[in-house]
Nanobody
Framework: QVQLVESGGGLVQAGGSLRLSCAASGRTLSTYAMAWFRQAPGKEREFVAAIRGSGGGTYYADSVKGRFTFSRDNAKNTVYLQMNSLKVEDTAVYYC????????????????WGQGTQVTVSS
């Protein structure tokens, strides 16, 4: 059983930056695909970014491509989401999730979730 704990959310002005962290306990993350999702008030949860396990590539939603960077530190068993040039529409609760293997085929493949961290971007 893996436990995922997000941190790093907060209030930032548009154009600013935040770095979210997702630390895992119980299981190593390095071989698993990881993802960030977000859910804004009144909206459905949406995919933000993902990274394959074992040194695989990263993938981003079009809405964040070029602004967000997903990385992992295997020694710390932690993944990060660096968010730059933040926009008001990035406001949401951000969740990290772990897939059951090194790749994923849909959001249903992510079975382990953190509790979420709030990101609020003001204009």
């Amino acid at each position: 059983q893996v436990q995922l704990v997000e941190s790093g959310g907060g209030l930032v002005q548009a154009g600013g930056s935040l770095r979210l962290s997702c630390a895992a306990s119980g299981r190593t993350l390095s071989t698993y695909a990881m993802a960030w999702f977000r859910q804004a008030p009144g909206k459905e949860r949406e995919f933000v970014a993902a990274i394959r396990g074992s040194g695989g590539g990263t993938y981003y939603a079009d809405s964040v491509k070029g602004r967000f960077t997903f990385s992992r530190d295997n020694a710390k068993n932690t993944v990060y989401l660096q968010m730059n040039s933040l926009k008001v529409e990035d406001t949401a609760v951000y969740y990290c999730a772990r897939a059951g293997g090194s790749v994923w085929y849909g959001s249903a493949d992510f079975g382990s979730w953190g509790q979420g961290t709030q990101v609020t971007v003001s204009s």
